[in-house]
């Protein structure tokens, strides 16, 4: 991107990559997101399971509006 440019070879020198250090560690945690994000398929993995949507499926919630809670 930047190959031709003084500017930015001085700042390499000075700073280091930072573009690239930034990459790399944007993968990295890509990676160990998506280690982290799939099913769980484990020995003692419950038959049926995978067909039940786990408690906490879902991001979407409504919101609580102010004043007491319903019980």
């Known amino acids: 991107m930047f190959q031709d440019s003084p ?3 001085r700042l390499v020198a ?17 990676r160990e997101l998506e280690v982290v994000m799939r099913p769980l398929h ?3 993995h419950l038959p049926g399971a995978e067909r039940r949507p786990s ?5 979407q919630r409504t919101a ?3 004043g007491p809670r319903p019980h």
């Not at 408690?55 to 991001?59: I, K, L, N, Y």
């Open 64 to 66: 609580l509006l102010p």
């Open 7 to 9: 500017i930015y070879d």
């Open 55 to 59: 408690p906490g499926a879902g991001w």
């Open 42 to 44: 484990s020995p003692g």
């Open 14 to 30: 000075e700073c280091g990559d930072i573009p690239t250090q930034v990459r790399r560690e944007a993968e990295r945690v890509s």
